[in-house]
């Protein structure tokens, strides 16, 4: 299989990647889930998603659409699109599978996938992260991790704004 086959195979539906979470599961695999936009990736994300997968064996990334990107962040973002931003993150050694979601947050996606952890950055009490709750009661645990001080999507994108001017 092409290279690039093997990143976009990494890029799931749902129902997808429901089937190879069955198979995971039955190897015993430990599932990591995160969720982000990921709009521009930085060293910050690099060091933050490899952190992820240290705590398991199986690391999920689930990805804002463009659509519940520009709710969130306003009407600049996404810089780029979901399909780029998913093939980006596909091409990562250690992420296993990316699935979007449009809804303002990420719980019908984590009720879904039942994740053994649930990560967010450490700027988050673990019981304030979205899904904590489905979580805790399989008896999953929430980590949160810190974040790479001097490194956001948000500042890169100021320093390029005040260049133009």
Excluded at 47 to 57: F, Q, R, T, V
Excluded at 98 to 112: N, R
Excluded at 138 to 165: A, D, V
Aim: proline share 3%.
């Amino acid at each position: 299989m092409k290279q690039i086959e093997l990143i976009k195979n990494k890029i799931s539906s749902l129902e997808s990647l429901k089937l190879k979470l069955s198979e995971w599961e039955k190897e015993g695999k430990k599932i990591v889930f995160t969720n982000g936009c990921f709009d521009i990736i930085h060293q910050g994300h690099i060091d933050y998603l490899a952190k992820a997968k240290d705590l398991g064996d199986i690391l999920i990334i689930g990805l804002n659409t463009d659509r519940s990107v520009r709710e969130i962040k306003g009407k600049t973002r996404p810089i780029q699109d979901e399909k780029s931003r998913a093939i980006i993150l596909a091409s990562m050694q250690f992420i296993d599978a990316i699935v979007y979601f449009s809804e303002p947050t990420p719980y019908q996606l984590i009720k879904a996938i039942q994740p053994d952890i649930l990560v967010k950055g450490a700027d988050y009490k673990p019981e304030e992260i979205i899904g904590y709750d489905i979580v805790q009661a399989k008896g999953g645990e929430i980590k949160t991790l810190t974040f790479l001080e001097g490194y956001s999507t948000s500042e890169i994108e100021k320093k390029i704004l005040s260049e133009k001017k």
